[in-house]
């Protein structure tokens, strides 16, 4: 089976779905000529002409809302938001439209788009090239949130998201793109929407994530096995719908869970992660549910000391992660 | 019929390629609409409706601008005062007073929508929102399907003057620009936007906004249809041969408060509205096929009885129909999400 970056694998499913599906296409800023800020969506002007990679002018309103008018026709867009922390202008139209178009029509409209947008930090990307958005978008009804870790996955559900006739939101992790590498397989496939996976079994701790942390939580664990202590993880990749089921039984595996994201803590996904295993099985815990995350700050500095201590790495999820097996 | 009057000197609408038909169709859909707002105010103050948005005074441009499209096409974004404009493309009125009764067959939402946010598949008015101008980028976006799927139809949406001011405005019709697309944006510049009057809210002409972004922009007397027929087939025309698209700004003046939640008065005297009252599209129109030879008042009686019967009927009709089920709201969030279940 190949191996692959990430961000290899996000353009091979652009491209393989654009030739499978000549409806299709990709607009948004510098995907075309330059083929993206960060090479995503490199060589697919070549191959598919200016029309399906489109550039479009600086403006995610726009680049949203034409591609929802598009979905709405029947096309397939997916639309790029350079980073995700420029996508707020274009928020009216995910949440007010996009979200809607297939309840307030009752079902008469629907809006097949995909919406990709770069999430995360520890690139130097100061203030607004760094932030994890999710939890504004999280909770809206109507429209699916995916965030991959791995390049299987990334492809997968990149995939699966343009074959959906719903709007879902993709977002990728900046730093994963070069970061993570792993097996694709060459066949067609998808990764579905709404699933969690279990990326490593264990026996005395549960660890809930999604994306970039994820690295840190597998190589932490992988020196905690050494000390004894083994570790269940779970990488939701889907955050809305979430998978119920996986992440009870993940955490029913060891009845102590730690949640970890980069997005503050503070109405983040882990908040509604806990209260659904609260709900469920508080009396099967071994001890309080455990959230690991971002600090409530607006979003994290450019300079090197400050972006450290906002950004998780190996060490701090591996401390939260001794902290939760010795409870 | 009048074709041997006509032939003696040429009327304005044959001059534009409208037959007699078509401009006594136009008018009836006018007064139709006209009488169907009238009703629905009547039916808020009775207690009968929730809430109704009014499209009084703008019935003649809505009215010409649909009679320029091709309605065996063309894709349609209307806003929420565009009753006139839904009727010229097909919406019945039983369709109307559905939706006006919150009903689960109203096709535009199920009853979920308020009234006056049109959208029909079938019809192909795309599904509208109350957050204003949303429409606008939603426009483009067909018309860019149009010309990457080589297809022949032009896209129309409107917007009202104070949605001019929104970045979706802005932001789509650049983006119309650049690529040259078939769509044709029509501002309905009713003088305000609820209460702020337009010289508060725009600081200078709508129309020439276009200019800014590459595509020409023409105002234009809202409450002449003829007038208003006459700029739209050309903007059609432009659209269809790839030139690109037209702003229309149709200038006419909102009749009505703002919404049945609308205490007018507070902001603007009934000396205005009466002033404007007077160029109301409606009787001038009518005046104008009368001078046509081609209508009279005994055709006039006939016709708003035909329109009160009509009323009457898709107002009982409206009103008898069942309500959705109260677990209907739990549908349609997602594709598939009512699988195993019967009904509606």
């Known amino acids: ?327 | 019929m009048s074709q041997s009057e006509s032939a003696v000197q040429q009327t304005k609408h044959a001059a534009l390629g409208l037959t007699d038909e078509q401009v006594l169709e136009m008018y009836k859909v006018m007064v139709t609409a006209r009488r169907y707002d009238e009703r629905c105010l009547l039916l808020q103050r009775a207690g009968k409706i929730k809430f109704h948005v009014s499209g009084i005074g703008q019935e003649a441009a809505q009215v010409g601008a649909a009679f320029a499209l091709d309605r065996e096409q063309d894709y349609y974004l209307p806003y929420y005062r565009d009753y006139a404009f839904v009727l010229s493309v097909g919406m019945t009125l039983r369709e109307l007073m559905l939706c006006l009764f919150s009903k689960v067959d109203d096709p535009n939402s199920g009853g979920r929508q308020m009234p006056g946010h049109f959208g029909s598949k079938r019809l192909r008015i795309v599904t509208g929102s109350s957050p204003v101008t949303t429409q606008v980028p939603h426009a483009v976006g067909f018309a860019l399907a149009a010309k990457m799927k080589r297809k022949d139809f032009v896209t129309f949406v409107t917007f009202g003057d104070g949605s001019s001011n929104q970045g979706d405005f802005h932001e789509g019709a650049n983006m119309a620009g650049v690529h040259k697309l078939p769509v044709i944006f029509m501002c309905e510049n009713n003088q305000y936007a609820i209460s702020v009057p337009l010289h508060k809210q725009v600081g200078g002409q709508i129309a020439d906004r276009a200019i800014g972004y590459g595509f020409p922009g023409v105002a234009v007397d809202g409450n002449d249809p003829l007038e208003v027929y006459r700029v739209m087939k050309e903007a059609r025309a432009r659209a269809a041969s790839g030139e690109g698209p037209t702003l229309v700004e149709t200038v006419m003046y909102r009749l009505s408060p703002h919404s049945t939640s609308d205490e007018d008065l507070a902001y603007r005297t009934k000396e205005e509205v009466d002033a404007n009252r007077d160029k109301d599209g409606i009787p001038k129109f009518r005046q104008y096929l009368i001078d046509c030879g081609i209508w009279n008042e005994e055709r006039e009686a006939e016709m708003l009885q035909e329109i009160k019967a009509a009323l009457d009927d898709a107002t009982k009709f409206g009103e008898q129909a069942p309500f959705p089920e109260p677990e209907d709201i739990l549908y349609h969030v997602y594709a598939g999400d009512d699988e195993g279940r019967g009904g509606h």
């Open chain 1, 1 to 327: 089976m190949p191996k692959m970056d990430y961000i290899d694998a996000i353009r091979l499913a652009m491209k393989e779905e654009m030739e499978r599906d000549e409806d299709v296409f990709v607009l948004g800023e510098d995907v075309g000529y330059k083929g993206g800020v960060f090479t995503t969506t490199k060589g697919l002007l070549d191959q598919f002409g200016e029309e399906r990679v489109l550039d479009t002018p600086l403006a995610e309103s726009a680049i949203v809302g034409t591609a929802i008018g598009a979905a709405m026709y029947g096309m397939r867009p997916i639309a790029e938001m350079q980073y995700s922390d420029f996508m707020f202008p274009a928020t009216n139209q995910i949440i007010s439209e996009a979200a809607k178009i297939r309840y307030r029509s009752n079902n008469d409209w629907n809006c097949p788009l995909v919406i990709r947008a770069p999430i995360g930090g520890g690139i130097f990307g100061g203030l607004y090239h760094s932030q994890c958005p999710e939890s504004v978008f999280f909770g809206t009804p109507g429209l699916k949130i995916v965030a991959p870790y791995t390049p299987y996955d990334a492809k997968g559900l990149l995939k699966a998201a343009v074959r959906d006739p719903d709007p879902v939101i993709y977002f990728e992790n900046k730093k994963c793109y070069k970061l993570v590498n792993g097996d694709v397989p060459e066949e067609d496939y998808t990764v579905p929407i709404g699933k969690a996976n279990v990326l490593r079994e264990g026996d005395d701790i549960t660890v809930i994530s999604y994306s970039l942390p994820l690295h840190f939580i597998m190589e932490a664990a992988a020196e905690l096995e050494e000390e004894g202590i083994t570790a269940h993880v779970l990488d939701l990749r889907s955050l809305q719908p979430l998978d119920k089921e996986g992440l009870l039984a993940a955490a029913r595996r060891t009845g102590k869970v730690l949640i970890v994201h980069e997005d503050n803590k503070f109405g983040g996904i882990g908040g509604e992660v806990s209260a659904i295993i609260a709900e469920e099985m508080l009396y099967e815990l071994d001890a309080p549910i455990m959230r690991l995350c971002g600090p409530d700050v607006p979003a994290m500095p450019i300079n090197p000391p400050g972006e450290k201590f906002f950004m998780l790495n190996k060490d701090k999820v591996k401390e939260a992660m001794k902290r939760l097996a010795v409870y």
